[in-house]
């Protein structure tokens, strides 16, 4: 419809979006999103074979076969992570592990409390053929550290990757937007942290909204992913409704239906366009994939 050199004004895609006389490019031409995948450690799964499959299942059995490791590379499309580490210091052995064990593609990794680019845990956590792409916590200007928040995303060096810039202050989440190239098309990543300390606030979905209205007019598919601590498990939460309001608005739908804490709750989300085909979805294995958060 438009070129990303040349796109319309924020007030005009507001308004083609109230009105609903616009229809996202992915919405005309059905395309296959990259698989997704989201971390966490369900309380009613034990077994170290929870992970994402993206082969179909056989015609005969209605259901997928359950997999230990991955059981294909050669069908099209991606594998993605996304996990709350609380903290990447320490746990560097086990970001790299998950990378190569899950042949992971693009790792999204929330609250790493990291403050530079180069530190040491981060770069760690980077085996031989991953690049690194950060949102850091930097030292407050008194020279204090800043507990909490970060944001690191770990992909393929074969992906090339950019940071895009959101042009808005956020101040009730941090994000991340990168848009990756893979050889089925470009992917326009987000990656999200909100603080669970904070609760849902109406700038929150209202700065919500606002990048979702720069992203949705961008010509490649959108993946959204990170730890959004909204309390999506209650379906007649306000702010649950309020969420899959802002969803469906766009046209988006939120895949994760598990439980992504040890305590409950569905508090880290994988998010498309709602027309997408994505594999199966699953948590990955509990001893990397376990919260320290609390909701």
């Keep these: ?3 990303p050199d040349q796109r319309p004004s924020r007030m005009l895609r507001k308004t083609l979006f109230n009105a609903r006389i616009w229809c996202p490019a992915n919405c005309r031409s059905q395309r296959c999103l990259p698989a997704a995948l989201s971390r966490g450690a369900s309380s009613s799964s034990t077994q170290p074979d929870d992970f994402l499959d993206r082969s179909p299942p056989p015609a005969s059995s209605p259901h997928p076969p359950a997999s230990p490791r991955p059981t294909s590379t050669s069908v099209p499309g991606i594998r993605a992570a996304t996990w709350n580490a609380h903290s990447i210091n320490g ?11 899950c042949q992971l593609d693009i790792f999204t990794v929330t609250e790493t409390w990291h403050q530079e680019t180069d530190d040491v845990p ?4 980077a085996p031989p053929g ?7 916590r930097p030292p407050l200007p008194d020279g204090r550290l ?9 992909h393929r060096s074969s992906l090339r990757s950019s940071v895009i810039p959101l042009d808005m202050e956020l101040s009730t ?9 893979t050889s089925h098309g470009p992917i326009t990543l987000l990656s999200i942290y909100r603080p669970g300390s904070e609760v849902p606030t109406r700038q929150f979905f209202d700065q919500f909204s ?11 598919q959108l993946l959204i992913m990170g730890d959004f601590n909204l309390p999506l498990k209650d379906q007649t939460d306000p702010d649950s409704i309020s969420f899959r309001d802002i969803l469906s608005q766009f046209g988006l739908r939120q895949h994760v239906n598990e439980t992504t804490h040890k305590l409950g709750g569905i508090l880290d989300l994988v998010i498309t366009a709602d027309n997408e085909q994505v594999g199966i979805l699953k948590n990955l294995q509990r001893r990397w994939f376990q919260s320290q958060e609390r909701w």
Excluded at 94 to 101: D, F, N, R
Excluded at 122 to 125: I, L, T
Excluded at 210 to 220: D, F, K, M, P, Q
Aim: charged fraction near 15%.
């Design 91 to 101: 746990k560097s052995a086990y970001v790299a592990h998950t990378l190569q064990e």
């Design 1 to 3: 419809m438009w070129s």
């Design 210 to 220: 606002s990048v979702l209205e720069c992203l949705i007019t961008r010509n490649s």
């Design 130 to 136: 991953y690049s690194i792409r950060d949102r850091p």
């Design 173 to 181: 989440f941090e994000a991340l937007c990168l848009s990756i190239a």
């Design 146 to 154: 800043v507990i909490g928040g970060g944001i690191v995303v770990f």
């Design 122 to 125: 981060v770069q760690r956590a």
